[in-house]
């Protein structure tokens, strides 16, 4: 089993930064891929980044050039946010692959 804590998350003005983090504990050894999922109010949630154990990454098209996903060691990974922006409101959640393990969430806001 394993188990995910997310942090990093709070209110920001657009055009600022937010860095997040996702821990995770358990049975490290057999995570695979790590992703980060974002779920607006009345949206569906959405993949925001990927990164496999190779460090081999993925990017929505809608944060590609301002979010930077990297992984450290076999448990940790980050989401890098920068030039966030009104519509990057959401709560923000880990995933880890295989087995579809999923964090708690952390929000992020961004407004003025």
């Known amino acids: 089993q394993v188990q995910l804590v997310e942090s990093g998350g709070g209110l920001v003005q657009p055009g600022g930064s937010l860095r997040l983090s996702c821990t995770a504990s358990g049975n490290i050894f057999s995570i695979s891929v790590m992703d980060w999922y974002r779920q607006a109010p009345g949206k569906q949630r959405e993949l925001v980044a990927g990164?496999?154990?190779?460090?081999?990454t993925n990017y929505a098209d809608s944060v590609k050039g301002r979010f930077t996903i990297s992984r450290e060691r076999y448990n940790t990974v980050y989401l890098q946010m920068n030039n966030l922006k009104p519509d990057d409101t959401a709560v923000y959640y880990c995933?880890?692959?295989?087995?579809?393990?999923w964090g708690q969430g952390t929000q992020v806001t961004v407004s003025s």
């Open positions: 995933k880890a692959e295989p087995g579809s393990h």
């Open positions: 990164i496999t154990r190779g460090g081999m």
